[in-house]
C-alpha cells in the first residue's frame, strides 16, 4: 500500500481565500496586488463590473469619483445600485455595495464630477496606480489624457454603448519580467552544456532509469557525429533523430518515449531571441541614468553578461520539466541546474551592483530576488510604450496604419465620434430624436476622420446603430468588458502578463473582437 502524501504546510485565511489566484500571479503579484489603490471616474455599469472583479481579488483599495445621483434608469443596469439608493449619491451608494464583496478592500468616494475634480484638484490622482475612466465627454477625455501622461499614471478609458464596447489602455512605459508565455519552452542547454553538465552527461550511463535528458543527448551527439557536428535544426533533420533514439529501444521504455517528444522543444534554447535584442539595443538600457528603472539597470548588467561572460548565451533559467526517473538521478540533474542558475544570476546581480555605484544609487535598490527572477524569466521579457489618447485629436495626424472600412476599427471611430457630439450638442446622439441626430453623428465622424488624414467613411448602419442606442448600456456587454477591463489593470498592477497595445473592441453583434494599436 503506498504511504500518504505528506501534509502541505497549513495556510493562512488570506492565502487560502486567494489561492486560485495566487496560482497565477504568485505571492508577490497578490502583495502587489493588494498594496494597489485605483480610481474609477464615473460610477455607470460598466465601471462598478471592472470594480466589482477588482475588489473580488483584493484590490488594496478604490476610489470613485462621481457627481451625479441615482435615478431609477441607473437600477436597470447597475446591479450595484437598489431601490433605496434613488436620490442619493451614486459614488456613495456604489462604494457601500462594492465594499461588501470583500472586507479587506477599503472603498472611498468623491461626490464631484470629473470636470471639477479636474479643474480644483488635478494633484488628486497622483497617489492612484491606475485611473480607470467611463462615459466621458471628448473635453473632459483630453484633458484627463493629457494630466495622467504628465504624472505617467496609466489610464484605462472603456466604453460600453449598446452592443459595442472598447478598451482603450495609455500608459508611457511598461516593463514586463513575467509575461507567462502560452508555450512555454524549457532552456536544458544541450548544445552548449555548462560544465556541471558536460561532465556528468560524459560520465553517466543511459539505462531505462535516467531521466530522458540523457537519452536525448546520447542519441544528439551520435546524429551530430554523422551529420559533421551540425545541429538538427529543421523538420527532416529532427524526425530522423527520433527515428535514432526509436531503433535503440528494445522494450516500453518510458524515458526514451519522452526523449522522442522532447525532440522539437529541447533543442535551439538559450540564444537571445530577437525581441530580447531589441530591449538590449534600447536607449533606456544603453544611456542609465539616476532616473533608470531597475529594470533597465538588470537588463543592463544582463546584456554585459551575455556578451561578455557567456557566449553570447541567456543566463540558464535552471528549470526542469518533470521526467520519469528513479528518483536519485533526477535530483542531481536539478540541483546541478539550479546552482548553475544561481551561479549566472549571482555573476549579474554583481554586475548590477556595480552600475549602482557608478550611478549613486543605494544598494538595495535591486535585490537578489529580483535578479534571480529576471534571469529565469529572460527569454520572455516585454516593454510596451503606449501613445497619449489626447494625440488622436491632433489634426493630420494618421493614427490609423491600416484600412478602417469594414473593420472593427470602424467602430472605434464611431465611439470616438459620439464622444464629440456630445462635447460639441450637449446631448447624447438618439436621446430624442434619432433621424436627426444620424445626420450630425454622420458629419462629426466625417470632420473627425478628415482632421486624421484618413480617407475613408464611416458606414449608414453603424452610424445609425449608435444613435439608437440614445447612450443606454447593456448590462451584459458592460459586464464582459468590465471583466476584460479588469484583467488588464491586474496586468499593470502586479506586472506579469502582456496588456494589450493599446486598443481593444468588441461588437456583441456579430460576436467579434480586435485589438490594435493607434
Excluded at 194 to 221: C, D, G, I, Y
Excluded at 227 to 250: C, F, S
Excluded at 337 to 342: C, D, K, P, S
Amino acid at each position: 500500500m503506498s504511504s500518504p502524501a505528506p501534509k502541505s504546510p497549513e495556510q493562512s485565511d488570506k492565502s487560502r481565500k486567494y489561492d486560485r489566484q495566487i496560482r497565477l500571479w504568485g505571492e508577490h503579484g497578490q502583495a502587489l496586488l493588494e498594496s494597489s489603490t485605483i480610481c474609477l471616474l464615473n460610477a455607470t455599469a460598466l465601471g462598478c463590473e471592472v470594480l466589482k472583479s477588482l475588489v473580488l481579488p483584493g484590490i488594496g483599495g478604490f476610489t470613485i469619483v462621481d457627481g451625479s445621483i441615482v435615478t431609477e434608469d441607473d437600477l436597470g443596469i447597475n446591479f450595484f445600485l437598489d431601490a433605496s439608493s434613488v436620490g442619493q449619491s451614486k459614488a456613495r451608494a456604489c462604494m457601500q455595495l462594492l465594499e461588501e464583496l470583500n472586507t479587506d478592500v477599503n472603498g472611498d468616494f468623491v461626490d464631484e464630477s470629473v470636470d471639477w475634480v479636474l479643474t480644483n484638484r488635478p494633484a488628486f490622482f497622483d497617489t492612484f496606480d491606475v485611473v480607470i475612466a467611463s462615459n466621458l465627454n471628448e473635453k473632459a477625455l483630453r484633458g484627463l489624457s493629457e494630466r495622467l501622461w504628465e504624472a505617467n499614471i496609466p489610464f484605462i478609458y472603456c466604453r460600453s454603448l449598446g452592443f459595442f464596447g472598447s478598451i482603450r489602455l495609455q500608459i508611457k512605459e511598461h516593463c514586463v519580467i513575467e509575461s507567462h508565455p502560452d508555450n512555454r519552452q524549457y532552456d536544458l542547454r544541450l548544445e552548449h552544456p555548462f560544465p556541471a553538465l558536460q561532465k556528468h552527461l560524459m560520465n553517466t550511463e543511459v539505462t531505462s532509469k535516467v531521466p530522458w535528458l540523457l537519452v536525448l543527448n546520447k542519441f544528439f551527439q551520435i546524429w551530430k557525429e554523422k551529420n559533421n557536428g551540425h545541429v538538427p535544426t529543421n523538420y527532416k533533420q529532427k524526425m530522423q533523430l527520433r527515428e535514432l533514439i526509436r531503433a535503440a529501444m528494445t522494450a516500453d521504455e518510458e524515458n526514451y518515449e519522452e526523449a522522442i517528444k522532447a525532440v522539437n522543444t529541447s533543442l535551439g534554447r538559450g540564444q537571445v531571441p530577437s525581441s530580447i535584442k531589441t530591449i538590449f539595443d534600447d536607449n533606456a538600457c544603453t544611456n542609465l541614468n539616476k532616473q533608470s528603472s531597475p529594470f533597465w539597470i538588470i537588463t543592463k548588467a544582463m546584456k554585459e553578461f551575455v556578451e561578455n561572460d557567456n557566449n553570447g548565451l541567456l543566463p540558464l533559467p535552471g528549470v526542469l520539466p518533470d521526467m520519469t526517473a528513479d528518483t536519485e538521478p533526477y535530483i542531481k540533474l536539478q540541483n546541478m541546474y539550479r546552482q548553475q542558475a544561481l551561479h549566472d544570476a549571482d555573476n549579474v546581480y554583481r554586475k548590477c551592483q556595480k552600475y549602482l555605484k557608478e550611478l549613486s544609487l543605494p544598494e538595495d535598490t535591486i535585490s537578489e530576488k529580483t535578479v534571480r527572477l529576471f534571469c529565469r524569466e529572460a527569454s520572455g521579457l516585454a516593454v510596451i510604450r503606449g501613445t497619449k489618447i489626447s494625440d488622436e485629436n491632433a489634426k493630420s495626424s494618421n493614427i490609423f496604419s491600416f484600412e478602417i472600412q469594414g473593420t472593427l476599427a470602424e467602430h472605434y471611430v464611431a465611439l470616438r465620434a459620439y464622444e464629440r457630439f456630445v462635447s460639441e450638442c450637449g446631448n447624447v446622439p438618439g436621446e430624442c430624436y434619432v433621424e436627426n441626430d444620424v445626420k450630425e453623428l454622420k458629419t462629426v465622424a466625417s470632420k473627425m476622420l478628415s482632421d486624421w488624414g484618413v480617407h475613408a467613411t464611416i458606414s449608414d448602419d453603424l452610424i445609425h446603430e449608435i444613435c439608437r442606442y440614445g447612450g443606454s448600456e447593456i448590462h451584459s456587454i458592460s459586464a464582459f468588458i468590465g471583466g476584460c477591463v479588469a484583467q488588464e489593470v491586474i496586468k499593470i498592477v502586479t506586472k506579469q502578463y502582456i496588456p494589450i497595445d493599446n486598443t481593444f473592441i468588441y461588437n456583441a453583434i456579430t460576436s467579434e473582437t480586435a485589438t490594435f494599436k493607434l
